[in-house]
């Protein structure tokens, strides 16, 4: 009974780890070009905030963290943004960040155009780290 209990125990806490590990690993990420603050993130991805400084941003979703990102940062569901920039399109024009389907495939597109702004699970040092969520 005791064996049981104490690999009870340790899956539990093994399985708390893993749960607080996912949940942490969401970071907003931009060109090292640009000065972003945790405040404008929202702005950027729903299109209302489209130049800092002389740069024009670039949002770029990253596609297996966009669920999470739209929930915690957007506060939007996957529909509502679509339809924020359906909106966008046909009154302003704009077209919606373009789709990346991996942390690197987003840090690479970030560090190659000076206004690019991302998300991903894991930063380097190619990019400026906007905020930890």
């Not at 560090?111 to 998300?119: E, H, T």
Request: hydrophobic share 45%.
């Amino acid at each position: 009974m005791q064996r049981i209990w104490k690999r009870t125990v340790l899956l539990l806490g093994f399985l708390l780890v893993c749960s607080t590990a996912s949940a942490a690993d969401l970071i907003l990420i931009c060109n090292k070009g640009i000065n972003l603050s945790t405040a404008d993130a929202r702005d950027v991805y729903v299109g209302d905030k489209q130049v800092e400084g002389s740069t024009k941003l670039v949002p770029v979703d990253n596609s297996s963290l966009q669920k999470d990102f739209l929930d915690k940062v957007v506060k939007v569901d996957s529909a509502k943004y679509a339809s924020i920039w359906a909106k966008k399109g046909f009154r302003e024009g704009l077209n919606p960040p373009a789709v990346k389907n991996s942390d690197a495939e987003v840090i690479a597109f970030v560090k190659a155009n000076p206004g690019a702004v991302g998300y991903v699970s894991k930063a380097n040092d190619d990019v400026k780290v906007v905020h930890k969520y």
